[in-house]
């Protein structure tokens, strides 16, 4: 059975770190800290990355796993700010990587505030993304507050789950749930007990902390489990919105569903100084591809 091991590199001029398990290999850039793949040994890639992702420091890459901190689509106050935060074109410090076992290996990366962030979101804190490569792939994003005052932050792991076609796709256990369509203008529903498909643009702020089951009709199923995240953001762009991208391709839409695991909204957290909140997420691939 091949070791764990990894190794940096540079991948489209991005400095990545790849982890390797004797079942998989997972590709982490430390800009943003993003995830930016995952791929079983002899299987395709899990994780969708645009074809037309910018990779350039500072800039929002598309695709793999964005982190969405310390707040979520717009800035509340002040709109020509970046949406979803500064998390996403910060360079990370790595911390360490390590066999954790025979089967898997994490990676730890270190985002804290400098002169620029404190800027934008005046509090210190330290936040630690740990990305537990193996059979599965699991990502835990803590945040502590080092600062004299309490702060409150949105967080969403953005992930872009690749899938054979968008429109073949149901993503399952949301039902009763209550959300936010932002595609209606932001209007509160409750989800029929039906699981959520994707004809068009889906863009759904949900209440939920249980796990789902993203059923890939020919191809299989992707089991998500959570810990500490109190919302579920579903979204797709759909063929419309998609044309307003620049960094998609027409058809890039049907590639992937986003499911992002988080606290946003009215689900936002308030950390006392001192205190820390986690937000944990797995996917587990059933799929035949
Ligand atoms: O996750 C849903 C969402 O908030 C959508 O409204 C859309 O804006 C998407 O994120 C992508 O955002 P981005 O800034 O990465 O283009």
């Known amino acids: 059975m091949a070791a764990t091991g990894w190794k940096q590199d540079v991948r489209n001029g991005l400095e990545v770190v790849e982890l390797t398990t004797p079942t998989s290999t997972c590709m982490l850039a430390l800009h943003g ?14 994780l969708w990355v645009s074809e037309k992702a910018r990779f350039q420091v500072g800039k929002a890459l598309r695709g793999g796993i964005p982190i969405c901190f310390p707040w979520f689509g717009p800035h509340p106050d002040l709109g020509d700010l970046p949406a979803h935060g500064f998390a996403r074109t910060r360079l990370w410090r790595m911390v360490g990587v390590a066999a954790i076992n025979e089967r898997q290996i994490r990676a730890e990366l270190e985002l804290a505030p400098d002169a620029d962030t404190l800027r934008l979101f005046p509090h210190r804190f330290v936040a630690r993304l740990a990305v537990t490569a193996g059979e599965t792939l699991e990502l835990a994003f803590e945040v502590t507050n080092t600062d004299e005052a309490p702060f409150t932050f949105e967080i969403a792991l953005h992930t872009y789950l690749a899938v054979s076609d968008a429109a073949a796709v149901a993503l399952v256990g949301l039902g009763g749930r209550a959300y936010l369509d932002k595609v209606a203008g932001g209007i509160v529903r409750r989800q029929a007990d ?36 109190g919302s579920t953001v579903v979204w797709n762009p759909g ?8 960094d998609m391709s027409p058809d890039g839409f049907r590639g992937f569903v986003c499911v992002e695991t988080g606290s946003v909204g009215d689900r936002r957290v308030t950390l006392a100084p001192g205190g820390r909140h986690e937000t944990a997420v797995s996917y587990a691939w059933h799929v035949t591809r």
């Open 194 to 229: 039906e699981p959520v498909r994707f004809a068009g643009e889906v863009d759904r702020v949900y209440d939920n902390d249980r796990p789902l089951t993203l059923v890939d009709r020919g191809a299989g199923r992707i089991q998500i489990e959570s810990r500490g995240a």
């Open 239 to 246: 063929p419309e919105k998609t044309r307003a991208l620049g």
């Open 33 to 46: 800290g993003q995830v930016l793949g995952f791929v079983p040994h002899g299987a395709g890639e899990r």
